[in-house]
C-alpha cells in the first residue's frame, strides 16, 4: 500500500520560510511526478509545484519566483522550500504523486500539512 508521508508544516511569520518534505513509501515503483497541492478554508484545492522524474517542473503563477520544488525521483521523495511567505499562503499543503503503468494512471495523495503565515 503506498503511503505518502509529509512533513515540514507549521507556523512563521510573513516573510519568513518553510521547507515541506514527502516520501511515498511502500512501493518498488518509481513515480512518474510528485508535487504539492494546496487548499485554504472555503476554497478549491489548487496546484502549487509538481516535478517529474526527468526533473521537469510546473509552478503556480502565485507563487513562482518563492517557491522551489525538487525531488530525488530514485527516492520517491519530494521537496518544496517557501520563501518570502505571505498570508495567503496559508492552507493545509498536500503531498500527490502519479505512477503510469500499461497505460493505467496511478494517483496518490497525503495526509496534508498545515502551514500558517502569520501577519
Known amino acids: 500500500q503506498v503511503q505518502l508521508v509529509e512533513s515540514g508544516g507549521g507556523l512563521v511569520q510573513a516573510g519568513g520560510f518553510l521547507r515541506l518534505s514527502c516520501i511515498a513509501s511502500g512501493t518498488i515503483f518509481r513515480m512518474n511526478s510528485m508535487g504539492w497541492y494546496r487548499q485554504a478554508p472555503g476554497k478549491q484545492r489548487e496546484l502549487v509545484a509538481t516535478?517529474?522524474?526527468?526533473?521537469?517542473?510546473n509552478y503556480a503563477d502565485s507563487i513562482k519566483g518563492r517557491f522551489t520544488v525538487s525531488g530525488d525521483s530514485a527516492k520517491n521523495t519530494v521537496y518544496l522550500q517557501m520563501n518570502s511567505l505571505k498570508p495567503e499562503d496559508t492552507a493545509v499543503y498536500y503531498c500527490?504523486?502519479?505512477?503510469?503503468?500499461?497505460?493505467?494512471?496511478?494517483?496518490?495523495w497525503g495526509q496534508g500539512t498545515q502551514v500558517t503565515v502569520s501577519s
Open positions: 500527490h504523486a502519479q505512477r503510469t503503468s500499461w497505460g493505467t494512471a496511478y494517483t496518490y
Open positions: 516535478i517529474t522524474s526527468g526533473g521537469s517542473t
